[in-house]
């Protein structure tokens, strides 16, 4: 389900067949039904030129329905306030308050016990960044460059940046603040190694972000794309 709302959030569709005769119980267990529901109930529409299994967010408007319910559902303790000033500060390069944000929602939002792996911090801002689904098309874990980016929102309409992200978690022998900036900056050197900005026009945001445990170290650099 979280992938297929990657999917949707990016401009792409969901492939799933409309069924009229959908129940309530099928909606259970997030299967198709869900999706014939939505379909019928206007959320989602067949994706103009394209097949007629394939479903898409109809309009911009209902970007910013799908954004507001999921930040809702994220938002534990009133938080939707604090991903969407993480989400200003992300545009803006604002590194102190991006770690400032994610700390704060690391904090009240999840458990330490599922953040063992950098994909589990992958997930989560991915997750926090769907508010911005509709103005950008958002990747994670996809190939670009010369490798496979963290999380990569590319501008589709409006004026922000191109925003880059790679994640490295530390082991338990690299918590000072100073090995943690070394593994940001590292990070970002990946970015600019790997070239996972190829493909956008415009100015661009790199940022490397290392974690310890619910402390993030961020670093960045603004480029200008051909």
């Given at each position: 389900t979280y992938d297929n709302l990657i999917c949707l959030g990016s401009g792409k569709g969901v492939i799933s067949d409309i069924r009229p005769d959908v129940t309530?119980?099928?909606?259970?267990?997030?299967?198709?039904?869900?999706?014939?529901?939505?379909a019928f109930s206007g959320y989602l529409t067949k994706g103009h030129g394209r097949t007629d299994n394939c479903l898409c967010i109809p309009n911009r408007e209902m970007y910013v329905v799908f954004a507001d319910t999921i930040i809702d559902r994220i938002g534990v303790?009133?938080?939707?306030?604090?991903?969407?000033?993480?989400?200003?500060?992300i545009l803006d390069?604002?590194?102190?308050?991006?770690?400032?944000?994610?700390?704060?929602?690391?904090?009240?939002?999840?458990?330490?016990?599922?953040?063992?792996?950098?994909?589990?911090?992958q997930a989560f801002i991915a997750g926090l960044l769907m508010n911005l689904f509709g103005n950008y098309e958002i990747t994670a874990d996809f190939e670009s460059g010369q490798g496979y980016h963290?999380?990569?929102?590319?501008?589709?309409?409006?004026?922000?940046?191109?925003?880059?992200?790679e994640i490295k978690r530390s082991g338990r022998d690299a918590t000072s603040p100073e090995r943690l900036l070394d593994?940001?900056?590292?990070?970002?050197?990946?970015?600019?190694?790997?070239?996972?900005?190829?493909?956008?026009?415009?100015?661009?945001?790199?940022?490397?972000?290392?974690?310890?445990?619910?402390?993030p170290t961020i670093v960045s650099e603004v480029i200008k794309m051909p």
């Open positions: 309530f119980a099928d909606i259970s267990d997030l299967g198709k039904g869900v999706y014939s529901v939505l303790n009133g938080m939707s306030g604090t991903i969407r000033e993480l989400t200003k500060a390069d604002d590194t102190s308050a991006m770690e400032i944000c994610l700390k704060d929602l690391l904090e009240h939002a999840i458990s330490g016990r599922v953040l063992d792996n950098e994909h589990s911090y963290d999380i990569r929102l590319k501008r589709r309409y409006g004026n922000g940046p191109n925003i880059v992200m593994l940001a900056n590292d990070a970002l050197d990946q970015v600019r190694n790997n070239d996972y900005a190829h493909g956008m026009t415009g100015r661009t945001v790199l940022y490397g972000i290392a974690f310890s445990g619910k402390t």
